[in-house]
């Protein structure tokens, strides 16, 4: 019985974070047909959390992946699991609103989580599963 290769490799060395923060992960791994990327916060390309409020952070979250999935020219249709933690479950429609504005009509499978998260002010975090 032969082994299979998968091949594998990090996507980027660009990571947004707070100015002096050390990333010690890929935004971004391909593993055979799958790309796994990292939770994305509400981070501006300067490394500043932005938006205060849960739909906002939403849609900054949704553009990080964007950014990191235009790497390797997919979309957000090539998304198929969303794994989303929101700080207050009092945000969950806001986090709804802004979710469907992104995808349209386009469900990827997905579990949102009420937790908190590492960072003082955030307010969502999202990771994402693609297909290539």
Not at 20 to 43: D, K
Request: proline share 4%.
């Amino acid at each position: 019985m032969g082994q299979s290769i998968v091949k594998k490799y990090a996507v980027g060395d660009e990571v947004f974070l707070p100015s002096g923060t050390v990333a010690p992960f890929s935004e971004a791994y391909i593993s055979g047909s799958l790309v796994f990327i990292s939770g994305q916060l509400a981070f501006d390309k300067y490394g500043e959390l932005n938006g205060g409020k849960a739909d906002e952070q939403t849609l900054i979250c949704l553009a990080n992946i964007d950014r990191i999935l235009s790497k390797i020219d997919l979309t957000a249709k090539d998304i198929i699991k969303v794994t989303a933690w929101l700080t207050d479950p009092e945000d969950f429609a806001d986090f709804n609103k802004a979710y469907v504005q992104y995808f349209g009509s386009h469900r990827p499978s997905r579990s949102t989580v009420c937790s908190g998260l590492m960072l003082p002010g955030a307010r969502v975090e999202i990771e994402a599963i693609a297909a290539v």
